[in-house]
Nanobody, 116 residues
Framework: VQLQASGGGSVHAGGSLRLSCAAS????????MGWYRQAPGKQRDLVAL????????SYAESVLGRFTMSRDVAKNMVYLEMNMLQLEDTGLYYC??????????WGQGTQVTVSS
């Protein structure tokens, strides 16, 4: 699966952004789709995940209540709605898919910058 992420940008703290990720294949054929974030000098961390079976979502504690991950199965798209953005949310956001055999695919990343 090839992934194309978009929607990043620069916002002030408290603002909102919506990230989109277009998948080249059927997202339901994967085990899960996820959004990861990598801040400068730090490791890439999971932000949100949606399981293909059942559509169950899970979130990093730091974004609970502020971020919402969703999907459009017909369009093979996943989204990350980010509200009440904080300075700590700044980073490069990657779309991820994990196949049912456990193989990871990554998009190119989209930059989110939150300023005070």
């Amino acid at each position: 699966v090839q992934l194309q992420a978009s929607g990043g940008g620069s916002v002030h703290a408290g603002g909102s952004l919506r990230l989109s990720c277009a998948a080249s294949g059927n997202i339901l054929s994967t085990r899960s789709m996820g959004w990861y974030r990598q801040a400068p000098g730090k490791q890439r961390d999971l932000v949100a995940l949606i399981l293909s079976d059942g559509g169950y979502t899970s979130y990093a504690e730091s974004v609970l209540g502020r971020f919402t991950m969703s999907r459009d199965v017909a369009k093979n798209m996943v989204y990350l709605e980010m509200n009440m953005l904080q300075l700590e949310d700044t980073g490069l956001y990657y779309c991820n898919s994990k196949s049912r055999s456990g193989r990871d695919s990554w998009g190119q990343g989209t930059q989110v910058t939150v300023s005070s």
